[in-house]
Structure formats: C-alpha cells, structure tokens
C-alpha cells in the first residue's frame, strides 16, 4: 500500500475489508462516488489498487487513486449479486471516472416509450424524454422471453408509427394475433393503456394470478402429452419468475431513508446501516457493538445509529425514515437521536422494503463472521 496515496482512515478501512465478494465505492473529497466496481474478493480486489506497481498506468486511473479519501463497501451473496448490484450503482450515480475509464457494465433495462399506445422496448441508452425504465436485469435471456411474452400476450404495438392515426391498415402483427392493432383506430387509449397496466405488473413479479394460470396451462399439456407446449410454456414460467425474485436495490421514490440490519450472537452485534438519498444508495457504514444488552434489538439499533450519526452528519442529510426490523422506540429517544436541531425521523417497518432490508442484514451477520470484536 502506498502510503502517499493512502491516508490513516483510508488504510484503516482497507485493513477492514471482508474476503467476500461485494461492492465497493470509492469516494472523494465532497464524499461523492467517484467509482465504483466489484469483486469476487473484496479484500483482494481493493487493497490490490493500492500495491506499489499495480499494473493499469493509465492516466485516469491514476487520478483515481489520487482523489480517494474514503472506501464504502457492501458484501453480497455471490459475485452475479455484486454484478448487479454496481451496474445499479453506476446508473444511479453515474461516478466519474467510471465514466471516464468506460468501465460501465450495463445490463439492459426495458422501457416504456412515454407516447400515445406506448411501446416496451429492450435498451441500454436512457433518454430522458419521460420513459419509464425497468431494470436493471442480470439475466439478459429471462429479460427477453418475458418482453416477448407480454407484448404477445398484451398485444401492445411493436411498429414505430404516431398515433393515433386515422385508419392506418394494420400489418402483419395484427394478422399473426400478436398485436391489438391500436393504429386501426379500433382500440381505445384508456383499453391500451389498461393492457400496458398487465404488461408492467409481470415485468414487475405483480401479477401472481398469471403465473398460476401458466403454472395450470403447462401442468395440462404434460398431461395431454403436447411437451412441445409444456416447455415452452415451462421457459416462460422460468423467465417470469427470475422477474419475481430479482434484486431490487433502490427505493421507488426519492426518499431519504436508513435501513439498518443487525445480527447478534451473545453480547456482541453486527450492524449495517445503507444510506438512501433521493432513493439511491448513495453509502454503507458497518460496526460491531460489544457489551450489547440481552433485551431487544432496539437499543442496539439506537447505539449503532448513534455513533454513526454524530452531532453533523457532513456527507448526508439526516434521514426523514429509519427502516429496521428492530422494534419502534419511543418519540422522546426518536427526537433524541435526531437532536436539537432535525425533526424525529419515521420508524419504518421491513415489509416496506425486504430486498433491501435483507441486504442489511445479510451485512450485518457476515460481519459478525469475519469480524473480531471492536475494541471498546
Ligand atoms: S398492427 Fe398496427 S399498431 Fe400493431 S404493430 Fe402493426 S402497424 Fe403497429
């Protein structure tokens, strides 16, 4: 490590880091991303930047390592979950020198065209012209067979036209029953958009009725001996549910919200704190409290929270929520944990946000793993 490049709290926090694989977000001065990237092996990956002779001599690169002052990280399940979770970091904050070094990973995401009978597209470019955008997906195959199947299934427009127009002949699509034909003029705006409603609630994992009723269409044609169906249909299921069960690791709205997980074993306690502003993930902060009381979670949570908040926060705003599964403490501790100064923030339940609140939590137990305990 070099030590020109690498300051006290810099080297404390590599000397920290887990052997897990994970993101890490490198930050600058002002505490904003200036890169973020993944690892197999966070341990490795990270400490390696700061070798003497790491190998990338190009020029940005070495105007990274000159500009970090401070590493977050946050530890995943496997390396395909930290994959995913940087390219959401990365269209979030778009940090510089991502940018600049053209490290940016994308997955496609799939859009929805902001334009009378709206169309849903595959793409990796973002225009900023209104379009909703779904994704992030990892798994580009699964992402495909379900935007084929909900825009046959939903019969929405695929053609390039402006509508409404004035009895256009519809084309093939309409022919081959895999369009609704909205350009004949015959299909309503608000029938079309009720169909575009559908297509979103199982591009979301919404709509559990479909998925049964695919479930009970593939279960018939094993019976009736059509395997051809039944796979194809099995293909849909499997597409369909990846959609389900994918990683959704930003909050809808543009919120200022904690979440905190926390593990315990004994008298020791693994805390993760991910730091949400205006619905990114924008830090992460991890400890582990000693000497913690044998009663509820909620003490622990109140003492994790308050080491981390201090009197200023320098980097952040405070919170307007806290989300935890620790139980919700009284408005007095509440108005003390804000301080003098901020409003008491809203004890927010898990079910508000699962993904994300088991993302803390898994934090929270590996640190509890890998993590001697803090000196008091
Ligand atoms: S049927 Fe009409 S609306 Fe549908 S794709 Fe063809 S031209 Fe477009």
């Not at 200022?256 to 926390?262: A, E, T």
């Amino acid at each position: 490590m070099t030590t020109t490049t690498a300051g006290a709290s810099l080297r404390s926090t590599l000397d920290r880091l887990p052997d897990r694989p994970g993101v890490y977000m490198m930050k600058g001065r002002q505490g904003t991303a200036i890169y973020v990237g993944k690892a197999k092996n966070l341990r490795q990956r990270v400490r390696a930047y700061f070798q003497p002779g790491q190998r990338d001599g190009r020029r940005q690169f070495r105007a990274l390592l000159r500009s970090v002052r401070s590493i977050d990280f946050i530890m995943t399940a496997s390396e395909q979950e930290a994959l995913l979770l940087e390219a959401i970091q990365i269209r979030a904050l778009r940090p510089r020198y991502n940018v600049s070094l053209k490290e940016n990973r994308e997955y496609p995401y799939i859009r929805l065209t902001r334009q009378h009978y709206p169309r849903l597209l595959a793409t990796h470019a973002f225009v900023d012209d209104g379009s909703r955008y779904f994704g992030p997906f990892s798994d580009i195959r699964a992402m495909y067979q379900t935007l084929e199947l909900v825009v046959r299934q939903f019969g929405l427009r695929t053609c390039r036209h402006r509508l409404p127009a004035a009895n256009r002949v519809p084309c093939l699509e309409y022919h081959l029953h895999r369009c609704s034909a909205p350009c004949s003029g015959g299909l309503s705006e608000a029938d079309y958009d009720l169909a575009v409603q559908r297509a979103i609630s199982l591009i979301e994992g919404r709509d559990s009725a479909y998925l049964e009723c695919l479930r009970a269409r593939m279960a018939a044609a094993a019976v009736s001996r059509n395997y051809e169906q039944a796979a194809r249909l099995r293909d849909q299921l499997r597409a369909l549910e990846f959609m389900r069960n994918r990683q959704k690791v930003w909050l809808d709205e543009p919120l200022n919200r904690d979440v905190v997980g926390c593990a315990r074993h004994g008298c020791r306690a693994g805390c993760c704190l991910l730091v949400f502003r205006d619905g990114h993930l924008r830090a992460s902060r991890h400890q582990v409290l000693t000497g913690c009381p044998a009663d509820t979670d909620t003490h622990i949570v109140l003492d994790f929270l308050r080491r981390q908040y201090g009197p200023v926060d320098p980097e952040y705003p405070f919170p307007d929520e806290i989300q935890t599964t620790a139980a919700q403490p009284g408005l007095p501790e509440l108005r003390r944990l804000a301080g003098p100064n901020r409003p008491a923030p809203v004890w927010i339940v898990p079910e508000a946000h699962p993904v994300i609140q088991d993302l803390a939590a898994r934090n929270a137990r590996y640190l509890l793993e890998i993590k001697p305990p803090d000196r008091p």
